[in-house]
């Protein structure tokens, strides 16, 4: 029985992964849940699943809790996620947080060690990939990744050795904008660029997929995960999203993993791994498919890859790998300006490119140092957005 620990069990990832916990109870317990704000979704949890510990955003959340369930152990905030991970005893976390708000808890885990972390979070990688992989290796902690295309390259190396990887291929299915220019996204609303063709998912990462953002994360995420240069990993658009990805080895052998997109079945992969257990996904028709397509990012979604080959490459030429955590800290400062209705959805990438052009690079050596870039980072995108046109 592997006790779980599901950090964002209230979010997208959260919740599926709560149903693939309920479809096997004989190999998985919970022992933590955590969420932000919405309390009254973690109760419905805490009922059906029993775990020993939560921990909320609020205080007040956090003391109603302690007033309904006395023998629940009850944790608040940032630094209650942290301490919970290190006290409460679990086999598996599985971070789901969004945001860089995942990022102090997946290097809490990863330093605990004794345990495995699944992760959903893939700003943990963006932000602090260095850092992480090098601390899941000092402490034997094996990163499994939940992410659908990073568990495909996942799925296609188990059993083959990872020198003999020659390129990665991730899919990307476009996004509700596929090969949109510029012109053509002037005028979309926040509505438009919330309905994703083919995953439901929670609101930013829907924006991201809606920018290509998502992709431009995802090509760093798997630098660090596989350990891979930047000119070894290559986007290709595929809008069916049946095709996860790809691994192309050095024999020339291409491996790719297949199936129709469900995150139950990533998130089932990251708990049972190398095994398989049963997901309830349905099964793929390729007569009824008849042909799998795919074609070049071409559009907008081209200055998005771009602006992660870029802190990529800088990273690799001078080992500074602050353009990365910029990258993030503004996307999501800008993600949230554009879900609140004060921009428009064009000014997200105008600006990352403004903010990318002038970065100067710098070296990330601790937690520390990425909070400092990802404050000014947000600072910046404010005084352009919001400060500089209230003063002209
Ligand atoms: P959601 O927004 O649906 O859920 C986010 C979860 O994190 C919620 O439980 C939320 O709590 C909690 N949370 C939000 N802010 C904080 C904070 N400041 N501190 C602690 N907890 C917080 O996100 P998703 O499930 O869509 O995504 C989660 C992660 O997984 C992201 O990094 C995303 O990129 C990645 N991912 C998601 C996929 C998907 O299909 N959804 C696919 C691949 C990767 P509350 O509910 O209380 O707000
Ligand atoms: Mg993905």
């Not at 955003?57 to 290190?86: F, H, S």
């Not at 799925?155 to 476009?174: F, M, V």
């Not at 949109?180 to 998912?201: C, E, Q, Y």
Request: aromatic share 6%; net charge negative; charged share 25%.
């Amino acid at each position: 029985m592997k006790r779980v620990a599901i950090l964002g069990s209230t979010g997208s990832i959260g919740t599926q992964a709560l149903e693939v916990i309920a479809s096997n109870p004989k190999r998985l317990a919970i022992s933590m849940l955590t969420c932000n704000s919405r309390v009254d979704v973690l109760r419905g949890q805490i009922d059906r699943f029993r775990p020993k510990a939560v921990c909320v955003g609020r205080k007040a959340d956090a003391a109603e809790l302690g007033r309904e369930y006395p023998r629940l152990k009850i944790y608040c905030g940032a630094e209650g996620i942290k301490e919970a991970i290190g006290t409460v005893d679990c086999d598996v976390v599985l971070n789901a947080i969004v945001g860089i708000a995942g990022l102090e808890p997946t290097i809490e885990a990863v330093r605990k060690g004794g345990l495995t972390v699944a992760l959903a979070n893939k700003e943990s990688l963006v932000t602090a990939g260095r850092i992480v992989m090098e601390a899941a290796r000092a402490s034997s902690v094996p990163v499994i990744p939940v992410d659908s295309e990073h568990s495909a390259i996942f799925q296609c190396l188990a059993g083959n050795d990872e020198n003999t990887i020659k390129r990665i291929i991730l899919t990307a299915s476009g996004g509700p904008f596929r090969g949109f220019a510029r012109d053509r996204l002037t005028s979309v609303t926040v509505g438009d660029a919330l309905i994703h063709p083919n995953w439901k998912m929670g609101r930013k990462i829907t924006i991201d997929s809606a920018t290509m953002m998502n992709k431009a994360f995802e090509l760093i995420e798997a630098k660090w995960l596989y350990g891979m240069e930047a000119g070894r990993i290559e986007v290709v658009v595929h809008p069916q999203s049946i095709v996860h990805s790809l691994v192309e080895f050095d024999d020339g052998a291409v491996m790719a993993q297949l199936g129709h997109p469900d995150m139950k079945v990533p998130i089932s992969y990251a708990f049972s791994g190398p095994d398989r257990w049963m997901t309830g996904t349905r099964g793929l028709d390729l007569i009824a498919l008849r042909s799998l397509y795919f074609e070049e990012p071409s559009g907008e979604a081209r200055r998005s890859l771009d602006l992660a080959y870029r802190v990529m490459h800088d990273s690799e030429a001078t080992g500074h790998d602050s353009g990365a955590v910029a990258l993030n800290g503004a996307n999501e400062e800008l993600v949230r300006l554009f879900l609140e209705g004060k921009i428009q959805f064009v000014d997200i990438l105008d600006t990352l490119e403004y903010l990318i052009d002038s970065h100067r690079p710098m070296a990330i050596t601790s937690i520390e140092d990425v909070f400092v870039v990802d404050r000014a980072a947000r600072r910046a995108v404010l005084e352009r957005l919001v400060v500089e046109p209230l003063l002209s």
